[in-house]
């Protein structure tokens, strides 16, 4: 790992929002990939913090520090993040980590890194019913419906959301697409998912290829 990612990590850890700002101008300044960035320093920075909140090493009032630190450096990085997209690969996307899940730090930074990408994102936070979800991409006419899971448990509601839609008959309306530590890709297509995303840097991708799918390319 580079120097500075591992300086990238420790600004995020300790949640010195000047740092990180300041380590994503020099990322980009010495022709680093933003993505890359991203995932290998801030969001693993971020995996740090919420290893430290539950051992409660780390604490809300540090963890909040740190998203905001993040939050900055994402704001910075932005612009260079939206040259990669294109405009036909942009949509409407309706977020959440399942119901029964209370985990919401790797779903928050995937969600920051939709919207860098130019996705309008809406954020229902953590714990929701898969009828909620429906209702906001209803309300919303979202492209695109994303689930994260942390707990093997509370994954089981996820084939509920390609169920549902399929009982309400808007089934062809919606991309679904998964996450989340216990979900893989093979159990994601199995139970009706359209993408799956290993990390935020290819819950992107993958949100964009859905979008050239949905919106009739290949």
């Known amino acids: 790992m580079s120097t500075i990612l591992e300086e990238i990590i420790r600004a995020t850890v300790d949640g010195d929002e000047v740092k990180t700002v300041a380590l994503a101008r020099q990322a980009m300044e010495d022709g680093m990939e933003p993505f890359n960035v991203i995932q290998n320093g801030y969001a693993r920075g971020m995996e740090i913090v ?3 909140f539950a051992t409660l090493e780390y604490f809300l009032p540090e963890v909040m520090l740190s998203a905001d630190a993040l939050s900055a450096a994402i704001d910075y990085l932005k612009p260079y993040l939206e040259d990669r997209g294109e405009q036909s690969a942009r949509g409407t996307i309706v977020i959440a980590t399942i119901q029964g899940d209370l985990h919401d730090l790797g779903k928050n930074i995937v969600k920051i890194m939709l919207k860098a990408a130019g996705f309008a994102v809406h954020d229902l936070g953590a714990d929701v019913a898969v009828r909620d979800l429906i209702d906001k991409a209803e309300a919303v006419q979202a492209d695109i419906i994303a689930a994260s899971a942390i ?3 509370t994954m089981n ?8 839609l399929k009982e309400l008959g808007i089934r062809d309306r919606y991309m679904i697409m998964l996450g989340g530590a216990p979900v893989i890709p093979r159990w994601a297509e199995a139970v009706g998912a359209d993408g799956y995303g290993e990390d935020a840097a290819e819950a992107v991708e993958t949100a964009r290829r859905l979008m050239q799918i949905k919106r009739g390319g290949k």
């Open 157 to 164: 509601h996820m084939p509920d959301i390609d169920g549902m």
């Open 50 to 52: 919420g290893e430290k």
């Open 151 to 153: 707990l093997t448990t």
